[in-house]
DNA sequence: ATTATTCCTATAAATTTATGTTGAAATCCC
DNA sequence: GGGATTTCAACATAAATTTATAGGAATAAT
């Protein structure tokens, strides 16, 4: 239980390869590049990129030459935004954001267990930025380098 | 995204009504009582058991007069056995335990991200015991009780 | 024997994941 | 300006997985 569904998974990598792009220069990004960059059907990233631009998380331009960008910096926009954006919220189970949701709540151990966990998760992830991850990619990337270097 | 499944949520509520019945005596419950108390159909309950009985946490008494019991103390089973027993890992994502999951993951910084989360979701779920949780929804009970009490 | 229970297998319903088809808007190029 | 092209937009459908129900066999108590 508790995995992150692809629709989250992708949604973060989509908005990591807009991310990167956003830095150098900020050009559309067209959807089948990221398809192909990500190798991930361009089809569904078509649908799981409207929730984004409903909450204003990325911006649309049709018609050739168009695409997507960030709405705003990488720096800007935090994984918890993408979560919810993606799925309403980022609640490990429904009652702790709808309170009406389950009617079991009044005397339910179980729900304060959850609560705390989806309030260490949300707080985690509101503190990581795209800029945050980029930076850690690149590093990351560095550091494999380093590795081959070294390695005769 | 990143909800427990129904599995989880049943099977931690499951696990916490063998709990309350294991302090008080320690008879073999039966699946049918918990499916009332807990409001959850009995045949469903019936496959999430099977896990739980795989990993050792409850013991099973078949026949008439048979049912469930916890294999340890309440104290002695914590959260994160529960999950991990009903899905094999309570990573948010697959690649992190299973790092030949996911080709990508050598370039992979939203794998970082995860992976960091799944860790803080599963020390937390390590330190939370099934007695912690009755402990606390004895309290809450309480403070509903007095709550009760002061209104007029 | 009869009853109460777990155990095992099959299948139905619902949801999530993924693909296909067509339409609409913006740009490009002539 | 206008047609061809490129891109997003919207809707429909298929495949896979999760959630839930059903029927009956095996086991033990009375
Ligand atoms: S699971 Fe909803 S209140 Fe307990
Ligand atoms: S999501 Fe698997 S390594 Fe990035």
């Given amino acids: 239980m508790i995995k992150v569904s692809t629709k ?55 018609g050739a030459g168009g695409g997507y960008t960030l709405a705003r910096k990488p720096a800007e926009i935090n994984v918890c935004e ?24 009044p005397g339910c151990a179980a729900y304060e267990v959850w609560r705390e966990a989806s309030q260490l998760l949300q707080n985690f992830f509101k503190k990581v930025t795209l800029q945050h991850i980029l930076d850690l990619g690149e590093k990351k990337l560095q550091k494999s380098k380093e590795k081959g270097k070294t390695r005769r």
């Fill in 8 to 62: 989250g998974r992708y949604g973060l990598r989509l908005m990591l390869n807009l991310a990167s792009h956003y830095n150098s220069g900020n050009k559309a990004v067209i959807l089948k590049n990221v398809a192909q960059e990500e190798d991930i059907s361009i089809r569904y990233l078509e649908q799981i990129i409207i929730p984004l631009k409903i909450k204003k998380l990325v911006k649309s331009i049709r």
């Fill in 82 to 105: 993408i979560l919810e954006a993606l799925e309403g919220t980022c609640a490990l189970v429904d009652c702790v954001e709808d309170t009406d949701y389950c009617d079991r709540l």
